[in-house]
Protein backbone atom coordinates (compact mmCIF):
# COMPACT_ATOMS: atom_id res chain seq x y z
CA UNK A 1 0.00 0.00 0.00
CA UNK A 2 1.10 3.70 -0.76
CA UNK A 3 1.59 5.74 2.38
CA UNK A 4 -2.33 6.68 3.66
CA UNK A 5 -1.13 10.38 3.69
CA UNK A 6 0.57 10.85 0.30
CA UNK A 7 -1.40 13.45 -0.51
CA UNK A 8 -0.11 15.40 2.03
CA UNK A 9 2.84 14.38 4.51
CA UNK A 10 3.33 15.79 7.70
CA UNK A 11 5.98 18.39 8.02
CA UNK A 12 6.38 17.24 12.06
CA UNK A 13 6.51 14.06 13.68
CA UNK A 14 2.42 12.20 13.44
CA UNK A 15 0.89 12.07 17.06
CA UNK A 16 -2.06 10.07 15.82
CA UNK A 17 -3.32 7.97 13.10
CA UNK A 18 -7.04 6.70 13.14
CA UNK A 19 -9.67 5.65 10.92
CA UNK A 20 -13.09 6.80 11.52
CA UNK A 21 -15.35 4.45 13.11
CA UNK A 22 -18.18 4.46 9.99
CA UNK A 23 -16.98 5.93 6.96
CA UNK A 24 -13.55 4.66 4.84
CA UNK A 25 -11.56 7.74 6.38
CA UNK A 26 -8.39 7.86 8.09
CA UNK A 27 -7.37 11.02 10.17
CA UNK A 28 -3.93 12.33 10.34
CA UNK A 29 -2.24 14.70 13.35
CA UNK A 30 0.49 15.54 15.00
CA UNK A 31 3.45 18.51 15.91
CA UNK A 32 3.20 20.12 12.31
CA UNK A 33 -0.17 21.70 14.00
CA UNK A 34 -2.53 20.52 11.55
CA UNK A 35 -5.29 17.97 11.29
CA UNK A 36 -6.15 16.07 7.97
CA UNK A 37 -8.74 13.57 6.96
CA UNK A 38 -7.67 11.22 3.72
CA UNK A 39 -10.40 8.91 1.89
CA UNK A 40 -9.63 5.83 1.84
CA UNK A 41 -9.36 3.59 -1.00
CA UNK A 42 -10.04 -0.22 -1.58
CA UNK A 43 -7.46 -0.75 -4.27
CA UNK A 44 -4.15 -1.27 -3.53
CA UNK A 45 -1.80 0.97 -5.13
CA UNK A 46 -3.83 3.94 -5.26
CA UNK A 47 -3.25 7.46 -3.73
CA UNK A 48 -5.90 7.99 -0.76
CA UNK A 49 -7.53 11.24 -1.47
CA UNK A 50 -7.05 14.07 1.00
CA UNK A 51 -10.59 15.77 2.16
CA UNK A 52 -9.07 18.47 4.09
CA UNK A 53 -6.66 19.76 6.36
CA UNK A 54 -7.17 22.10 9.44
CA UNK A 55 -4.46 24.06 10.71
CA UNK A 56 -4.53 25.16 14.72
CA UNK A 57 -2.17 28.12 14.53
CA UNK A 58 0.20 27.40 17.52
CA UNK A 59 -1.25 24.35 18.59
CA UNK A 60 1.17 21.51 18.14
CA UNK A 61 -0.97 18.19 18.59
CA UNK A 62 -0.42 16.06 21.17
CA UNK A 63 -3.87 13.59 20.53
CA UNK A 64 -6.88 13.70 18.29
CA UNK A 65 -9.50 11.24 18.35
CA UNK A 66 -12.97 11.02 16.66
CA UNK A 67 -16.37 10.93 18.69
CA UNK A 68 -17.99 7.48 18.74
CA UNK A 69 -20.56 8.99 16.03
CA UNK A 70 -17.87 10.16 14.12
CA UNK A 71 -19.23 13.71 13.83
CA UNK A 72 -16.55 15.91 15.47
CA UNK A 73 -13.01 15.53 16.17
CA UNK A 74 -11.72 16.52 19.54
CA UNK A 75 -7.74 17.23 19.56
CA UNK A 76 -5.11 18.42 22.56
CA UNK A 77 -2.20 19.95 22.58
CA UNK A 78 1.34 19.55 23.88
CA UNK A 79 1.49 22.34 25.90
CA UNK A 80 -2.03 23.76 26.63
CA UNK A 81 -4.69 23.43 29.09
CA UNK A 82 -7.68 24.31 26.19
CA UNK A 83 -8.43 21.82 23.56
CA UNK A 84 -10.11 22.08 20.36
CA UNK A 85 -13.29 20.03 19.18
CA UNK A 86 -13.51 20.51 15.20
CA UNK A 87 -17.14 19.18 14.43
CA UNK A 88 -17.20 17.67 10.59
CA UNK A 89 -20.87 18.12 9.89
CA UNK A 90 -20.74 22.40 10.07
CA UNK A 91 -17.03 22.13 9.38
CA UNK A 92 -16.64 24.61 12.57
CA UNK A 93 -13.38 24.72 14.83
CA UNK A 94 -14.89 25.18 18.03
CA UNK A 95 -12.08 25.99 20.99
CA UNK A 96 -12.77 25.10 24.48
CA UNK A 97 -10.62 27.41 26.62
CA UNK A 98 -11.44 26.32 29.91
CA UNK A 99 -13.27 23.48 31.73
CA UNK A 100 -15.12 24.92 34.83
CA UNK A 101 -13.61 23.24 37.69
CA UNK A 102 -10.56 21.83 36.21
CA UNK A 103 -7.62 23.51 37.45
CA UNK A 104 -4.77 21.76 35.21
CA UNK A 105 -1.44 23.49 33.37
CA UNK A 106 -1.80 20.91 30.77
CA UNK A 107 -4.61 18.46 28.95
CA UNK A 108 -3.22 16.34 27.07
CA UNK A 109 -4.34 12.54 27.74
CA UNK A 110 -7.85 12.05 27.10
CA UNK A 111 -10.28 8.92 26.76
CA UNK A 112 -13.64 8.83 25.07
CA UNK A 113 -16.18 6.57 26.48
CA UNK A 114 -17.29 3.66 23.73
CA UNK A 115 -21.02 4.83 23.87
CA UNK A 116 -20.02 8.03 23.21
CA UNK A 117 -21.33 9.45 26.76
CA UNK A 118 -17.93 10.37 28.42
CA UNK A 119 -14.20 12.04 27.70
CA UNK A 120 -11.74 11.34 30.48
CA UNK A 121 -9.23 13.42 30.75
CA UNK A 122 -5.96 12.65 32.59
CA UNK A 123 -4.70 15.54 34.91
CA UNK A 124 -1.42 15.60 37.29
CA UNK A 125 -1.24 14.29 40.21
CA UNK A 126 -3.64 11.27 39.75
CA UNK A 127 -6.27 13.07 39.20
CA UNK A 128 -9.24 11.84 36.59
CA UNK A 129 -11.90 14.59 34.91
CA UNK A 130 -15.04 12.64 33.56
CA UNK A 131 -16.52 15.14 31.14
CA UNK A 132 -19.95 14.81 29.09
CA UNK A 133 -19.09 14.13 25.63
CA UNK A 134 -21.99 16.64 24.51
CA UNK A 135 -21.69 20.04 26.65
CA UNK A 136 -17.73 19.20 27.47
CA UNK A 137 -18.67 20.44 31.03
CA UNK A 138 -17.24 18.74 33.98
CA UNK A 139 -19.44 15.65 35.56
CA UNK A 140 -17.18 14.33 38.65
CA UNK A 141 -13.60 14.13 39.35
CA UNK A 142 -11.42 11.07 40.87
CA UNK A 143 -7.87 10.52 41.67
CA UNK A 144 -5.78 7.85 41.96
CA UNK A 145 -2.67 7.51 44.39
CA UNK A 146 0.32 9.05 42.67
CA UNK A 147 0.23 9.75 38.76
CA UNK A 148 -1.82 8.26 36.52
CA UNK A 149 -0.56 7.51 33.10
CA UNK A 150 -3.10 5.89 31.13
CA UNK A 151 -6.76 5.13 31.52
CA UNK A 152 -9.25 2.29 29.32
CA UNK A 153 -12.85 2.04 29.74
CA UNK A 154 -14.21 -1.00 29.57
CA UNK A 155 -16.48 -2.09 26.02
CA UNK A 156 -19.83 -1.75 28.02
CA UNK A 157 -18.63 2.47 29.49
CA UNK A 158 -19.79 1.04 33.19
CA UNK A 159 -16.19 1.01 34.50
CA UNK A 160 -12.67 2.60 34.27
CA UNK A 161 -9.29 1.05 34.70
CA UNK A 162 -6.81 4.09 35.61
CA UNK A 163 -3.03 2.91 35.35
CA UNK A 164 -0.63 4.68 38.08
CA UNK A 165 2.92 5.52 37.64
CA UNK A 166 3.49 3.07 40.52
CA UNK A 167 2.06 0.44 38.80
CA UNK A 168 -0.57 0.10 40.30
CA UNK A 169 -4.36 -0.49 38.02
CA UNK A 170 -7.57 0.89 39.91
CA UNK A 171 -11.32 0.30 38.53
CA UNK A 172 -13.61 3.19 38.44
CA UNK A 173 -17.59 2.40 38.30
CA UNK A 174 -18.17 5.27 35.96
CA UNK A 175 -22.32 5.50 37.24
CA UNK A 176 -21.14 6.14 41.31
CA UNK A 177 -17.23 7.30 40.43
CA UNK A 178 -16.39 5.10 43.01
CA UNK A 179 -13.16 2.77 42.87
CA UNK A 180 -14.19 -0.60 42.96
CA UNK A 181 -10.95 -2.50 43.59
CA UNK A 182 -7.05 -1.49 42.89
CA UNK A 183 -4.29 -3.89 42.20
CA UNK A 184 -0.28 -3.95 41.51
CA UNK A 185 0.61 -4.99 38.08
CA UNK A 186 3.23 -7.28 38.52
CA UNK A 187 6.83 -6.20 38.23
CA UNK A 188 5.68 -2.74 36.91
CA UNK A 189 8.22 -0.39 38.24
CA UNK A 190 6.38 2.64 36.01
CA UNK A 191 3.10 2.07 34.23
CA UNK A 192 2.80 3.35 30.71
CA UNK A 193 0.01 1.77 28.80
CA UNK A 194 -3.16 0.13 29.50
CA UNK A 195 -6.39 -1.66 26.83
CA UNK A 196 -9.54 -3.51 27.84
CA UNK A 197 -10.60 -5.84 24.85
CA UNK A 198 -13.59 -5.42 22.88
CA UNK A 199 -15.34 -8.76 24.33
CA UNK A 200 -13.99 -7.63 27.58
CA UNK A 201 -11.93 -10.48 28.42
CA UNK A 202 -8.37 -9.25 29.08
CA UNK A 203 -6.79 -6.36 30.62
CA UNK A 204 -3.04 -5.72 28.69
CA UNK A 205 -0.53 -3.19 31.00
CA UNK A 206 2.25 -1.91 29.46
CA UNK A 207 5.27 -0.59 31.28
CA UNK A 208 8.23 1.42 31.59
CA UNK A 209 10.67 -1.53 31.00
CA UNK A 210 9.19 -2.94 28.18
CA UNK A 211 7.06 -5.85 29.50
CA UNK A 212 3.48 -6.18 28.87
CA UNK A 213 1.48 -8.04 31.18
CA UNK A 214 -1.71 -9.53 30.19
CA UNK A 215 -4.49 -10.64 32.63
CA UNK A 216 -8.39 -11.61 32.39
CA UNK A 217 -10.85 -9.32 33.62
CA UNK A 218 -12.21 -11.60 36.26
CA UNK A 219 -9.04 -12.20 37.99
CA UNK A 220 -8.23 -8.19 38.12
CA UNK A 221 -11.91 -7.45 39.73
CA UNK A 222 -11.18 -10.27 42.82
CA UNK A 223 -7.42 -9.94 43.54
CA UNK A 224 -5.33 -7.40 44.45
CA UNK A 225 -1.61 -9.43 42.80
CA UNK A 226 -3.24 -11.35 40.20
CA UNK A 227 -0.96 -13.39 37.53
CA UNK A 228 -0.68 -12.51 34.33
CA UNK A 229 -2.25 -15.09 31.85
CA UNK A 230 0.87 -14.34 29.89
CA UNK A 231 3.88 -11.51 30.37
CA UNK A 232 5.07 -10.31 26.74
CA UNK A 233 8.83 -9.87 27.27
CA UNK A 234 9.26 -8.39 23.14
CA UNK A 235 9.85 -5.12 23.86
CA UNK A 236 13.15 -3.60 25.05
CA UNK A 237 12.70 0.12 25.48
CA UNK A 238 9.28 1.47 26.99
CA UNK A 239 5.61 -0.11 26.18
CA UNK A 240 3.69 3.50 25.15
CA UNK A 241 0.75 1.57 23.37
CA UNK A 242 -1.10 -1.55 23.53
CA UNK A 243 -4.24 -2.14 21.99
CA UNK A 244 -6.63 -5.24 20.77
CA UNK A 245 -7.41 -5.87 17.70
CA UNK A 246 -12.16 -5.77 17.40
CA UNK A 247 -11.93 -9.80 17.54
CA UNK A 248 -9.41 -9.66 20.23
CA UNK A 249 -7.24 -12.19 18.41
CA UNK A 250 -4.29 -10.30 18.37
CA UNK A 251 -2.74 -7.90 20.70
CA UNK A 252 -0.42 -5.56 19.20
CA UNK A 253 2.20 -3.68 21.31
CA UNK A 254 4.45 -0.92 20.53
CA UNK A 255 7.19 1.60 21.70
CA UNK A 256 7.86 5.12 20.35
CA UNK A 257 11.29 4.95 21.91
CA UNK A 258 13.18 3.10 18.95
CA UNK A 259 12.15 2.21 15.32
CA UNK A 260 9.98 -0.58 13.64
CA UNK A 261 8.81 -1.53 17.55
CA UNK A 262 5.69 -3.41 16.77
CA UNK A 263 4.78 -6.29 17.62
CA UNK A 264 1.52 -8.55 17.22
CA UNK A 265 0.99 -11.13 19.53
Same mark, same amino acid.
Given at each position: ???????????G???????H?????????????????F???? $????? !????????L??????????????E???????????????????????????V???E?????? $??V???????????T????????M??? @??V????????????????D?SK?????? @??????????S??C?H?? @???G????K???V?? !??????????????? *????D?????????P?????? *???????V???????I???????????????
Amino acid at each position: CLPANQERFANGKLATVQFHPSAQVVMTAGHDRSVSLFQVKN $FVLCY !NPRIQSIYLESFPVYKACFSVDGEQVIATGTHHKMFFVYDMMSGSIIPIQKVRGVEERFLRN $FEVSPDGSFMLLTGTSGYLHLLSMKTK @ELVSTMKVNGRCTASAFTPDSSKIYSYSK @EGEVFIWDVRSRKCLHKF @EDEGSLEGKCIAVSK !NNQYVACGSASGVVN *LYTTDVCLKENHPKPVKAIMN *LVTSATCVTFNPTTEILAVASRETDEAVKLV
